[in-house]
């Protein structure tokens, strides 16, 4: 394993263990009382149907359909990863949709920024990246797999925007 490699790893380890200490301290000094109320759990669990289906019946037109025309063109583990991002856009946009996507109690504003957060990283680790084409040595290119998470992510962005302005909107509809 070259230096880069080294340290790209040791940066990324970094990165995840002080989200991971900032997540703890957070959750012990904020004590909010966030949940999901019964309607959220019956929307999650409909919005989790619904995404496995799509998942299911896209893996399906691939296997039996696509696979043979797209296989010299975008490796097939591309397609799966594709797939499965697919089947969580579906999912967060269906909660986003029917308010289940954020806890009660808890603040639309933070996942705003994580949002935000994953796409603009996602993009910098597309854009960084050097490699060309689709699969590098029949893998998928880590280039074309961050572009992918960050526009499955801006979608959900997207959806959050649209239904936080939708219920603004409901709300001063209602006031007058």
Known sequence: MGDYRIGYVTGLLAAF????IAIILIRKFKGGYEHYDERQILA????YKISFMTVLLSNFLYAFFFYGVTKDIVSPQFIIIAIAMIGVMVYAVYCIFHDAYVQVGQNNKTWLIVL????ISNLLGALSNREEGF???GLAN???LNLLIAIVFSVVLIAFLIKSFIDKRGESHEES
């Open 17 to 20: 263990a002080i989200t991971f």
């Open 116 to 119: 935000a957060l994953v796409i």
């Open 44 to 47: 999650r669990g409909k919005g």
């Open 135 to 137: 699969s590098v040595d």
């Open 142 to 144: 880590g280039k074309y």
